[in-house]
């Protein structure tokens, strides 16, 4: 059993910067591939951000990449999002979510990979 609890989120102008936080426990947290994913009102919960359990590769939607950092630190049972530049398209509910069965070099951009969520962050970015 992995329990999330993600923080960080907030209002925000458009061109401004945002670091959410997932803080993980129940599992020992470098054993397990960590992603971001987000749902806008009316939308389909998307893909935003992944990284492996050794924390070597990371992966990127295409509308954040260049904008957007994932990272982890394994000892604080922690992954993060940096999110700068954002844009009003950015304004969503943001969940992270573990998946117990990557490699360690590789994460998923399937939510349907995933095995455990936490219960969001709003985010809304105003233009």
């Known amino acids: 059993q992995v329990q999330l609890v993600e923080s960080g989120g907030g209002l925000v102008q458009a061109g401004g910067s945002l670091r959410l936080s997932c803080a993980a426990s129940?599992?020992?947290?470098?054993?397990?591939?960590m992603g971001w994913f987000r749902q806008a009102p009316g939308k389909e919960r998307e893909f935003v951000a992944a990284?492996?359990?050794?924390?070597?590769?990371?992966y990127y939607a295409y509308s954040v990449t260049g904008r957007f950092t994932i990272s982890r630190d394994n000892a604080q049972n922690t992954v993060y999002l940096q999110m700068n530049s954002l844009e009003p398209e950015d304004t969503a509910v943001y969940y992270c979510?573990?998946?117990?069965?990557?490699?360690?070099?590789?994460?998923?951009?399937?939510?349907?990979?995933?095995?455990?969520w936490g219960q969001g962050t709003q985010v809304t970015v105003s233009s």
């Open positions: 979510a573990a998946d117990l069965h990557a490699p360690p070099d590789a994460a998923a951009r399937w939510a349907q990979e995933y095995d455990y």
């Open positions: 990284i492996s359990w050794s924390g070597t590769s990371t």
């Open positions: 129940g599992r020992t947290f470098s054993s397990y591939a």
